[in-house]
Every structure is written in C-alpha cells, then in structure tokens.
C-alpha cells in the first residue's frame, strides 16, 4: 500500500500536467512555430532560449541555429538540431512530422505539438503543410 501511495501523486502529476514537455523541447518548439511562421525574430529568441536549457549535445546546435543570419540559414541549422531533439523522448502531446522536399529533396523531419496539421519550418507560408505524421 506504500508503495501505490508514492506513486500515486507522480500519476496524478503526469496526467494532469498540460504541459509535461521539457524546457528544451519547449523552446524546440516555440522555434519550429516561429520558422513556419516565417518569424526570424521570434526563431532566434527561441532557439537563444533552447541554449540555455540545452543537453551538451544539443546546446551548439541550437547556437548555430541561434546565430543564423537569416531564416533560410536558420532553417538549414534547424535540421540537425531537429534530428537531435527527435532521437530523445517525444512526450505525449507532441509527434514527429517529416516533409520529403526540405533539404533540396533529401527529406528532414521535426518535431511539433500534435495538432490536425502539419506546421511546416522548412519553408513556412510558401509550403506551410507540406509533410506527414510520422508517429
């Protein structure tokens, strides 16, 4: 009976939580919204923000994504750093979308919160759902 009364707040915790995402993967995020935005300001707050509460791994990606000078060089940065993030734990409330045409049609994948549709930070308004839900 300890035992369940231990674990039962973490439960209540999790399930509770709208918002049980790391700060990194936060910031992850907040860029990807910006990048599909076409938002370049907003991008690098993101991503200067991401630097801050990186892993060591991925802290120099997302200062050479930060330090881009425009959002065409960020979005070329942003695929290494997405791919990074992408190996860690998707936590419920986000997934992992893919667009075959990003990188001159090598294909990249990123990570967004789960939503009906693709927000695409490769190419933004010019190609804004172009992808899939890969899990």
């Not at 967004?112 to 804004?128: E, H, R, T, V």
Request: proline share 8%.
């Amino acid at each position: 009976m300890r035992y369940l009364s231990l674990l039962f707040p973490i439960a209540i915790a999790a399930c509770g939580s709208s918002d049980p995402a790391p700060p990194a993967l936060l910031h992850y995020v907040a860029a990807q919204e910006a990048l599909a935005s076409d938002d370049l300001d907003q991008a690098r707050q993101a991503l200067q923000d991401l630097v801050q509460s990186a892993s060591p791994t991925l802290k120099p990606l997302a200062e050479k994504a930060a330090s881009a000078a425009d959002l065409a060089t960020v979005r070329v940065a942003f695929k290494p750093l997405s791919e990074e993030v992408r190996k860690g734990q998707i936590p419920e409330g986000y997934v992992v979308a893919y667009c075959p045409m990003a990188d001159g049609d090598k294909g990249a994948h990123w990570v967004q919160k789960d939503q009906p549709q693709i927000a695409n930070p490769y190419f933004g308004a010019s190609m804004l759902r172009c992808g899939v839900f890969k899990e």
